[in-house]
């Protein structure tokens, strides 16, 4: 199955689990739980040196609160982006926050990761 294919409830359901370990590891600044459902792909581009950059020099990365909101799902090809409004702990004002996934041998992983 195509995760395109899947439900919008589907796909949430699937998402927020992923989307709050990446706050909560990136909060704690830990690589390894980070980055352990990201596909390969994603694994090279973002190493532990440039994730541990990330993690020392962003207050945001560092201080990303567990409360987000969904605000839609775009279908491309074999990827879906999950959207969500992303706050703070620490700094006024909300981001977005991108979550692409996929399939990569058989489970769905990260393919793209991003708060802007």
Same mark, same amino acid.
């Given at each position: 199955m195509n995760i395109t294919?899947?439900?919008d409830e589907e796909l949430l359901a699937i998402a927020k689990p992923l989307w709050l370990s990446l706050v909560k590891y990136s909060n704690e600044g830990n690589y390894g739980e %980070?980055?352990?459902n990201f *596909? *390969?792909?994603m694994a090279r581009a973002v190493d532990q040196v440039v994730a541990g950059h990330q993690f020392a020099n962003s207050e945001l990365a560092r201080n990303l609160s567990v409360e987000v909101d969904s605000l839609g =799902?775009?279908?491309?090809g074999e990827h879906v982006t999950v959207l969500y409004r992303q706050r703070s702990t620490k700094k006024p004002g909300e981001w977005l926050g991108r979550l692409v996934l996929g399939y990569e041998d058989g489970n =769905?992983? =990260? %393919?793209?990761a991003s708060i802007f």
């Open positions: 294919e899947k439900t %980070f980055a352990r *596909s *390969s792909a =799902i775009i279908r491309r =769905i992983r =990260i %393919f793209g």
